[in-house]
């Protein structure tokens, strides 16, 4: 049998413990220590079962501890250390138990052991995830190896998995959408302007724009319209997903408008596809004129009416929204580049993006109809439309009395919905200039700091946004 500490990840991961006691001992969390040191214990003296018994206990006492602080910025380093610790403790009780029937259960028919093995790995790899999730970010390096070293023996318990990567890549249809009213499409588009010409005409007035002809060596624009691939690469990673009724995000908040309850679960990116993204659960109802285009196996990017369909089942739509996924899982990140253009800096502003030259990366993966409410980012943006296209609103910062910002912590997000204004309680609206575009597939929207903007997907979506530069921040709004 494979000894874990063979693996230098593995070795690093489970030695967490000798410097971390000291410093619980010195913040004076007793418990903890004594549960990490006895996992250290437990796992040298080979005893498995009590390391999986403190290593459940450990987790429950980092879970309370983590949702005990007022705000995720208040919860301690140490806190979330020890969480990522008994993550990665328990996904080495996974492994171990992993080794033990690959190497004993040999009577066992082979599809019943790869359907036990394959149950192992895959709850090793949702604990190194939730570590990579709620831990701190010096974990990375550790964690991705440990995700290496479980997705390596986890690839031959699946049958379908040699066919279908020698298999040619079948694209998907995603149908083009119907006009939208009132989109009057005035956003002009460049076709992949020199960086000088960016920069002058667009980075420093502040004036955005539409490039076009700068993703097509993406690999993504092929292969993240195939959900088997998205599956066969990520699907049993852990990532976080907005779930709830009525337009995302909204509700949440001082100020803004009570019109759904919205709530985070964590899921496999598989079961999100199946649920969310296929129709695979939406049932046979849809629109007249809507149908969905069939994909490989079965699989397909539900269109809007089967969306819509489900939504009335399920009373849910499901976003996978801002969040860092190719710092998560690194095989996807191969798939898009990082423009030039992100290279750029305009002087002024305050703190850069933590280092300077960093770029910070976000996915945006969801079905049609998902919607980003009226906000301002404090960096430039640009916005690459992977799969499927969406309706941008965008408002220049000398618009903001009239999009009636909220108070205090929220005051870059809007109160009104420019899809559906109350004119009576936001009459300035009325007088609001906006510009407007379908963001189609290919292409890259320019969204200058601070300009407020209100997205909806039109069809199934798959975007990537770039964070570059120093950051900038507004005026607080006038009270109204």
Request: negative net charge.
């Given at each position: 049998m494979e000894c874990l500490a063979d693996f230098p990840a593995?070795?690093?991961?489970?030695?967490?413990?000798?410097?971390l006691c000291q410093d619980l001992r010195q913040e004076g969390s007793l418990l903890c220590g004594s549960l990490c040191a006895g996992c250290t214990n437990s796992i040298q003296a080979g005893d498995w079962t009590t390391v999986e018994a403190l290593g459940r206990e450990l987790e429950e006492v980092a879970w309370e501890g983590l949702h005990s602080s007022p705000a995720w910025r208040d919860v301690t380093v140490t806190t979330r250390r020890v969480y990522a610790y008994s993550q990665f403790i328990l996904a080495a009780v996974q492994a171990?138990?992993?080794?033990?029937?690959?190497?004993?259960?040999?009577?066992?028919?082979?599809?019943k052991r790869s359907s036990v093995v394959s149950t192992r790995l895959k709850e090793c790899i949702r604990r190194i995830d939730m570590a990579l999730l709620m831990g701190p970010p010096s974990i990375k390096g550790v964690a991705n190896g440990l995700i290496e070293w479980a997705e390596q023996r986890l690839r031959p318990c699946k049958p379908e998995a040699a066919q279908f990567l020698s298999s040619r890549p079948r694209e998907l249809r995603v149908k083009r959408p119907r006009p939208v009213e009132g989109l009057v499409g005035d956003i002009p588009r460049l076709a992949c302007p020199s960086l000088d010409a960016f920069l002058e005409k667009h980075m420093v007035p502040q004036v955005p724009v539409i490039l076009t002809q700068c993703m097509e060596h993406w690999p993504a624009l092929r292969r993240w319209?195939?959900?088997?691939?998205?599956?066969?690469?990520?699907?049993?990673?852990?990532?976080p997903v907005e779930v709830g009724s009525g337009t995302y995000m909204a509700g949440e908040g001082e100020g803004l408008e009570e019109e759904g309850a919205w709530g985070q679960e964590l899921m496999p990116l598989g079961d999100f596809i199946d649920r969310y993204m296929t129709g695979a659960e939406s049932g046979p109802e849809s629109r007249e004129g809507d149908a969905s285009s069939a994909g490989p196996g079965?699989?397909?990017w539900a269109d809007g009416g089967e969306?819509?369909?489900?939504?009335?089942?399920?009373?849910?739509?499901?976003y996978l929204a801002q969040h860092e996924l190719f710092e998560q899982i690194p095989a996807l990140q191969k798939d898009v580049w990082v423009p030039d253009y992100c290279a750029l800096e305009v002087e002024g502003g305050e703190e850069a993006l933590e280092e300077d030259g960093l770029v910070v990366t976000n996915a945006w993966f969801g079905p049609g109809g998902t919607v980003s409410p009226t906000h301002t980012d404090p960096y430039h943006n640009l916005l690459?439309?992977?799969?499927?296209?969406?309706?941008v609103r965008l408002f220049a910062p000398s618009e903001s009395p009239c999009l009636y910002p909220c108070q205090g912590l929220l005051r870059n997000n809007s109160r009104v919905d420019p899809l559906r204004p109350d004119l009576a309680r936001f009459p300035l609206f009325a007088r609001a200039n906006s510009q407007t575009c379908v963001l189609e597939e290919g292409e890259m929207l320019y969204i200058p700091p601070l300009w407020w903007h209100h997205i909806q997907a039109l069809s199934p979506s798959f975007s990537v946004s770039f964070w570059w530069g120093r950051r900038r921040e507004g005026a607080d709004p006038a009270p109204g």
């Open positions: 593995w070795r690093i991961a489970l030695e967490e413990p000798h410097e171990v138990k992993f080794q033990q029937e690959e190497d004993t259960d040999t009577n066992t028919s082979t599809q319209r195939d959900m088997d691939y998205l599956k066969e690469v990520a699907g049993e990673r852990v990532v079965g699989q397909t969306v819509e369909a489900g939504r009335r089942e399920t009373g849910c739509r499901a690459a439309q992977v799969v499927g296209s969406k309706a």
